[in-house]
């Protein structure tokens, strides 16, 4: 995934790669109200439904699953993963990573507060945005993090 169109706007998403599998891409979210939520993107064009995996790819996914928790919980100790795949505005197969914190998390001069705690992930600050070098310096803590 390299552009996509959404409510009218093509977005770039090259410089939100973190790392990229046989089957999935794992990119750093734009939208770091939850301080290091990402997603897993399928690399397979034809694919909406998770539940149209093949074998080789749920198996990378849960590989990569692990990894990113791993490396979230060493760098903020997320209090709980909220794991989603909705499909409502991107049809195509994704897994977003939400985690959650019961505490503010500060990073980078940045002060993160999950103000849905103890609620469902949505809706949240959709506008929340973080500076340009911040998102960059969150993807580098977990790229640096992430197994080579």
Same mark, same amino acid.
């Given at each position: ?10 977005? !770039? ?23 290091? =939520? ?5 690399? =397979? !064009? ?11 790819? =749920?198996?990378?996914?849960? +590989? ?9 919980? !060493?760098?903020?100790? /997320? ?17 977003? +990573?939400?985690? =959650? ?8 001069? +940045? ?12 809706? %949240?600050? %959709?506008?929340?945005? +973080? ?15 992430? /197994?080579?």
């Amino acid at each position: 995934m390299t552009a996509l169109k959404r409510s009218g706007e093509i977005m !770039n998403y090259k410089n939100l790669l973190i790392k990229e599998y046989t089957h999935w891409e794992l990119y750093v979210h734009e939208n770091q109200y939850f301080l290091g =939520r990402t997603y897993i993107w399928s690399k =397979r !064009n034809d694919l909406v439904d998770l539940m149209d995996t093949a074998l080789e790819e =749920r198996e990378e996914l849960f +590989v990569i699953g692990g990894e990113i928790k791993r490396v979230l919980a !060493n760098l903020w100790a /997320p209090d709980l993963f909220n794991w989603v795949s909705l499909g409502n505005l991107t049809a195509h197969c994704h897994l977003h +990573v939400i985690p =959650r914190y019961a505490a503010v998390r500060e990073f980078a001069g +940045v002060e993160f507060k999950d103000e849905r705690w103890g609620k469902n992930y949505a809706p %949240y600050n %959709y506008d929340f945005k +973080v500076p340009e070098n911040t998102l960059a310096t969150i993807k580098t803590a977990i790229l640096t993090a992430l /197994p080579k």
